[in-house]
């Protein structure tokens, strides 16, 4: 993990954090091939896998995760973030790379993925949102929230403001929370099936 700026380039955000399932230092644009710096060594997440249990993170590799604990001093809280992974295009039929903000309310213990595609249940993933002009194979999922494909049947690699073959929309998640409550937040990203093609999601600072 590691910190961000778009230096100028047509990105949706600014600036902030970023979590990757490889080396963050390799995620700099423009994308130049697939990148692949995780191994079998570094492990999944079983936070992660139970919050996606219909996408399979299960047997997942290469998690990286932020975790704290705050106490709000209003009643929502919100961020903002980007998906960005390797595996769109030629693998976005079958690899489930994935993302979740998990928010736990400590009082009551019940903890919440807040990550999910917008009107929807479904977490962000490489299988929740493609869109199947950039592979044919399958079908398109939320296209509406797929931003860019950098390939064949897409933008130039070298346009690219980062080292990803594709990425979504800026997206938010936000949820309600008490006041002066103790809460818990882990943002979490990981490769699924193998330790291969790296993905990234970027939170937006401030």
Known sequence: LGYFSNNGVSFPLAEGIILSTGNAAESVGPETGYISSGNE????DADLANAILNHDLVNSYNATY???DFVPLSNAISFNFVFASDEYGFYQCEYTDAFAFLLTDN???VTTNLAL???TLNPISVLSVRYNEHNTDCESVNEEYFEVYYGSTGLPPIESPTNYT????KMTVQSTVVYNRSYSIKLVIADAYDPLLDAAVFLEGG
């Not at 060594?41 to 999944?44: C, S």
């Not at 594709?166 to 929309?169: F, K, P, S």
Request: aromatic share 12%.
């Open 41 to 44: 060594n570094w492990p999944g």
């Open 107 to 109: 009082e009551t213990g």
């Open 166 to 169: 594709g990425h979504t929309v």
């Open 117 to 119: 595609v917008p009107g």
């Open 66 to 68: 932020i975790t704290f």
